[in-house]
């Protein structure tokens, strides 16, 4: 089967763009329109000739709408196999029509629920008749056009203009986006069902699916393909979202600390000005102050090697001077809320960089769940949104943190959770002094934050490592004491960390010993 033309078609669609055009062209082609409701109302408007469903059906509709297309008027239409002598006897039997061209698009369940809407009006967005029509098309595409998306009118209209007919290649393309179309519709409302209306965690069946990718130039490396899809139904906004000013096109890694950038720098949405930098998805300088300029500043110093081709998100506007500051370095992309006219002035100098700007920040604390796929199966987990403020945490050592000591050990902790498991993190006067991560173990992860922070030192000529003086975080507890005194041998004097450890006691008695103040969290943040 190949080229099908057109002779009746039915057309039923909530979205009423491009409608009207649409049946405007297929009027001028002699097609015969059949439609429903405010889809016939606005073609009518238009003074296009229209009959109606019920003319087909020889039924009104009813129970509200409920009730129109569901008749075998219609779907005998859709479904015939025209060569089939008997589908060809029963539809001569029973004057039923062939119906070869369906444009239908769903009633707007995403968007009522979206808006807040009670939950009958939830339900009656839950539309039959069309994903009913849709598949019944899809399913016949050898002989009938299913069109599902108004972006795809001017193909339709191009294939008649062209041929006076559909190609078969055009067909099945409009029958695997329609079953696409109502995969997606359904797993909308089954996880609303489960999620909202039912309230479930995990519910019985979990669907995981995109729209609209955008192929990336390749995956983590050269050989592997990738593509971005945003989620079908409601969603947070993020990266995947930002407006893109200027730059190349992000790539696969680049999505992917971005993201990384974003999560850790939203910690900070409504405070001081705050610079995150981040390599591989790990953050390598994290800094707050009373100006832009001086939080990148504080935050480049923590480890300047690895910010080299890093990706920086701030938390507020970003202004000409510290975008200049920015330029002095080879980055990737830069990320921010918004950016002034001076700053974009400063970056369109580096056209290779990435500038892009996400409006509002994420909540860190929203819920969700993550997926992450193993062989032969889905691993997935509730967002770890838990949180601590300072009436959380248990002071166990002898001596009490000083008010900085806790100001320093409460962003020390709010950077680690961001940070690859085994995570160590030193800061002080709110700058990382060094960070330590995805080692095997916590030692050897404080070691190396301590290496950082002494390299900063002798780079900029300090009198001494800022991890003297500094507090640590630990994302996990310290198994044994020998991480905690690798961060005393540095210079650290407080310890912020989950305790439960069944060596808890030794880690204390360590801690006293060294002069240390330590608190316990209660909270551990692996991140793998």
Same mark, same amino acid.
């Given at each position: %089967?190949?080229?099908? +033309?057109?002779?009746?078609?039915?057309?039923?669609?909530s979205?009423?763009?491009?409608l009207v055009?649409?049946?405007?062209?297929?009027a *001028?082609?002699?097609?015969?329109?059949?439609? &429903?409701g405010g &889809?016939?109302?606005?073609?009518?408007?238009?003074?296009?000739?229209?009959?109606?469903?019920?003319?087909?059906?020889?039924?009104? #509709?009813?129970?509200?709408?409920?009730?129109?297309?569901?008749?075998?008027?219609?779907?005998?239409?859709?479904?015939?196999?025209?060569?089939?002598?008997?589908? *060809?006897? /029963? %539809?001569?039997?029973?004057?039923?029509?062939?119906i070869?061209?369906?444009?239908?698009n769903?009633?707007?369940?995403?968007?009522?629920v979206?808006?807040?809407?009670?939950?009958? #009006?939830?339900?009656e967005?839950?539309?039959?008749?069309?994903?009913?029509?849709?598949?019944s =098309?899809? $399913?016949?595409?050898q002989?009938?056009?299913?069109v599902?998306d108004?972006?795809?009118?001017?193909?339709?209209?191009?294939?008649?203009e062209?041929?006076?007919?559909? +190609?078969?290649?055009?067909r099945?393309?409009?029958? *695997?986006?329609?079953?696409?179309?109502?995969a997606?519709?359904?797993?909308?409302?089954?996880?609303?069902?489960?999620? /909202?209306?039912?309230?479930?965690?995990?519910?019985?069946? !979990? /669907?995981?699916?995109?729209?609209?990718?955008?192929?990336?130039?390749?995956?983590?490396?050269?050989?592997?393909?990738?593509? !971005?899809?945003?989620?079908?139904?409601?969603?947070?906004?993020?990266i995947?979202? =930002?407006?893109? !000013?200027?730059?190349?096109?992000?790539?696969?890694n680049?999505?992917n600390?971005?993201?990384?950038?974003?999560?850790?720098?939203?910690?900070?949405?409504?405070?001081?000005?705050?610079?995150?930098?981040?390599?591989?998805?790990?953050?390598?300088g994290?800094?707050? +102050?009373?100006?832009l300029?001086e939080?990148?500043n504080?935050?480049?110093?923590?480890d300047?090697v690895?910010?080299?081709?890093g990706?920086?998100?701030?938390n507020?506007?970003?202004?000409?001077? &510290?975008?200049?500051?920015?330029?002095?370095?080879?980055?990737?992309?830069?990320?921010?809320?918004?950016? +002034?006219?001076?700053?974009?002035?400063?970056? *369109?100098?580096k056209?290779?960089l990435?500038?892009?700007? &996400?409006?509002?920040?994420?909540?860190?604390?929203?819920?969700?769940?993550?997926? $992450?796929?193993i062989?032969?199966?889905?691993?997935v987990?509730?967002?770890?949104?838990?949180?601590i403020s300072?009436?959380?945490?248990?002071?166990?050592t002898?001596?009490?943190?000083?008010?900085?000591?806790? $100001?320093?050990?409460?962003?020390a902790?709010?950077?680690?959770r961001?940070?690859?498991?085994?995570?160590?993190?030193?800061?002080?006067?709110?700058?990382?002094?060094?960070?330590?991560?995805?080692?095997?173990?916590?030692?050897?992860s404080?070691?190396?934050?301590?290496?950082?922070?002494?390299?900063?030192?002798?780079?900029?000529?300090w009198?001494?490592?800022?991890a003297?003086?500094?507090?640590? =975080?630990?994302d996990?507890?310290?198994?044994?004491?020998?991480?905690?005194l /690798?961060?005393?041998?540095?210079?650290?004097?407080?310890?912020?960390?989950p305790?439960?450890?069944?060596?808890?006691?030794?880690?204390?008695?360590?801690?006293?010993?060294?002069?240390?103040?330590?608190?316990?969290?209660g909270?551990?943040?692996f991140?793998?």
């Amino acid at each position: %089967m190949g080229d099908v +033309s057109i002779k009746r078609a039915l057309l039923s669609v909530s979205d009423k763009s491009g409608l009207v055009d649409l049946g405007k062209a297929l009027a *001028a082609k002699g097609v015969e329109l059949v439609s &429903t409701g405010g &889809t016939a109302k606005a073609l009518r408007e238009a003074g296009l000739e229209v009959k109606d469903v019920s003319d087909l059906t020889g039924f009104p #509709e009813m129970m509200d709408g409920r009730v129109k297309t569901l008749h075998p008027m219609v779907h005998g239409g859709l479904l015939a196999v025209r060569d089939n002598p008997e589908h *060809a006897a /029963a %539809m001569e039997e029973h004057a039923i029509g062939a119906i070869d061209l369906v444009v239908v698009n769903l009633y707007p369940f995403e968007a009522t629920v979206a808006k807040g809407a009670e939950r009958d #009006e939830i339900i009656e967005n839950i539309d039959i008749g069309g994903p009913s029509m849709v598949r019944s =098309a899809a $399913k016949n595409h050898q002989y009938v056009t299913i069109v599902t998306d108004p972006a795809d009118y001017g193909t339709l209209v191009g294939e008649l203009e062209a041929n006076g007919a559909t +190609s078969l290649d055009f067909r099945r393309k409009c029958a *695997a986006k329609a079953f696409a179309a109502t995969a997606a519709y359904d797993s909308m409302i089954s996880q609303w069902f489960g999620f /909202a209306d039912q309230q479930q965690t995990f519910p019985d069946f !979990l /669907a995981v699916n995109g729209k609209a990718p955008v192929e990336l130039r390749y995956g983590e490396n050269p050989h592997q393909k990738a593509a !971005l899809y945003t989620p079908v139904g409601p969603h947070g906004k993020g990266i995947a979202q =930002a407006e893109q !000013l200027q730059g190349k096109e992000l790539s696969y890694n680049n999505y992917n600390d971005a993201d990384a950038a974003l999560e850790l720098c939203a910690e900070f949405a409504g405070g001081e000005p705050a610079v995150v930098i981040v390599k591989h998805a790990n953050p390598c300088g994290v800094a707050q +102050s009373s100006s832009l300029i001086e939080a990148w500043n504080e935050a480049l110093a923590c480890d300047s090697v690895s910010a080299f081709g890093g990706i920086v998100a701030v938390n507020t506007e970003l202004d000409g001077e &510290t975008a200049r500051a920015i330029c002095e370095i080879f980055t990737e992309v830069v990320i921010a809320p918004s950016v +002034s006219d001076e700053a974009r002035e400063a970056f *369109a100098k580096k056209k290779n960089l990435r500038l892009l700007v &996400t409006g509002d920040l994420p909540d860190p604390r929203r819920g969700g769940l993550l997926v $992450k796929p193993i062989t032969g199966g889905l691993l997935v987990q509730t967002r770890d949104n838990g949180a601590i403020s300072e009436a959380d945490l248990k002071v166990v050592t002898k001596r009490e943190p000083t008010e900085q000591e806790l $100001k320093d050990c409460l962003f020390a902790w709010t950077v680690a959770r961001h940070v690859k498991s085994n995570a160590i993190v030193y800061a002080k006067d709110g700058a990382t002094a060094g960070i330590g991560a995805g080692q095997m173990n916590r030692r050897d992860s404080s070691r190396i934050a301590a290496i950082k922070a002494a390299e900063a030192a002798e780079k900029y000529g300090w009198d001494q490592s800022r991890a003297v003086g500094s507090a640590v =975080a630990s994302d996990a507890f310290f198994p044994f004491a020998d991480g905690l005194l /690798a961060a005393a041998e540095a210079g650290a004097t407080a310890i912020i960390q989950p305790g439960g450890s069944i060596r808890d006691e030794e880690v204390i008695a360590a801690a006293d010993e060294k002069g240390l103040a330590m608190v316990f969290t209660g909270m551990r943040h692996f991140r793998h």
